[in-house]
């Protein structure tokens, strides 16, 4: 079975009462520019026809969560976060690997992520399945905190660092 069957496998749709743990996961994760309650359950009104949201969830409850936004043949990053819990064990690789087939399901051709140039654990993350630097937009999280725009070709590219 291949790691991304492995992943869909694994998770489940984001339901409006996962809200609310999501969000404090959101907090803790995004100091910066957290999203709100309001904010995620305008995300779940968009699915299924231009977001897809999933969670994993551990014995305590939910320790990871992941967002698309798709106009094909176009998708977007919305979320990538791992509870720091459950963090450095493959669950932020496994929450990619299910939102890249959820990508190519939808038929789009490329990803795109917006992502903290300081933010090395991601960029590793994104860099190691075949996401390549496309540019840099200044002061994108609030002043002095730009954006790296990154972007992963879907058809033709499998993209992924064999290991
Ligand atoms: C980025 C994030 C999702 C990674 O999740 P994770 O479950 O820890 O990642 P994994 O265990 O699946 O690691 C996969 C790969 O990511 C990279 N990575 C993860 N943590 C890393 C770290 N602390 N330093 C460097 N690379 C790291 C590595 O390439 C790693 O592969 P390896 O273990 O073979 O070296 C997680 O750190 C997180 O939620 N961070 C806070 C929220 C955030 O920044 N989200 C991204 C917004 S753009």
Known sequence: MSSESTAVATLRAMRWWDIEQVAVLERELFAHDPWSVEQFWGELARVPESRWFAVHEDSLGVDGYVGLYTVAPEADVQTIAVAPRSQGRGLGQLL??????????????????EVRVDNAPAIALYERNGFTREGRRTDYYGAGLDALVMRRRLRDDPGVEQS
Do not use: G, I, P
């Not at 990619?96 to 992520?113: G, I, N, S, T």
């Open 96 to 113: 990619l690997d299910a939102l890249v087939a959820e990508a190519r399901r939808r038929d789009c051709a490329q990803l795109f992520l």
